[in-house]
Nanobody
Framework: QVQLVESGGGLVQAGGSLRLSCAAS????????MGWYRQAPGKQRELVAV???????NYADSVKGRFTISRDNAKNTVYLQMNSLKPEDSAVYYC???????????????WGQGTQVTVSS
């Protein structure tokens, strides 16, 4: 079993900042890419940012220059620093990790339960 637990969501005014954290625990042999997705009401879930275990990153165009993804491999944790937040950033943010539980097993995607981010105008 692998669990991803997110924290750090909340209510913030436009222009403010939040930092999300997501810690993976359980039976973990290795973690590949980790990322953040978001889903607003009535919209599809979309990629926000992703980081490989080597530190390479990729961002959605809408958050480039405002959000920064990072990870601590020793803690199996991924972070999302969100600055200059806009009302359109409001959504439930989900953590995702590509986890291999044993060296001989295929890696699978695991998801956190989601954390609400609300940006008021």
């Amino acid at each position: 079993q692998v669990q991803l637990v997110e924290s750090g969501g909340g209510l913030v005014q436009a222009g403010g900042s939040l930092r999300l954290s997501c810690a993976a625990s359980g039976i973990i042999f290795s973690i590949g890419a980790m990322g953040w997705y978001r889903q607003a009401p009535g919209k599809q879930r979309e990629l926000v940012a992703v980081i490989t275990n080597g530190g390479s990153t990729n961002y959605a165009d809408s958050v480039k220059g405002r959000f920064t993804i990072s990870r601590d491999n020793a803690k199996n944790t991924v972070y999302l620093q969100m600055n200059s937040l806009k009302p359109e950033d409001s959504a439930v943010y989900y953590c995702n990790a590509e986890v291999r539980t044993e060296w001989w097993k295929t890696a699978y995607d695991y998801w956190g339960q989601g954390t609400q981010v609300t940006v008021s105008s």
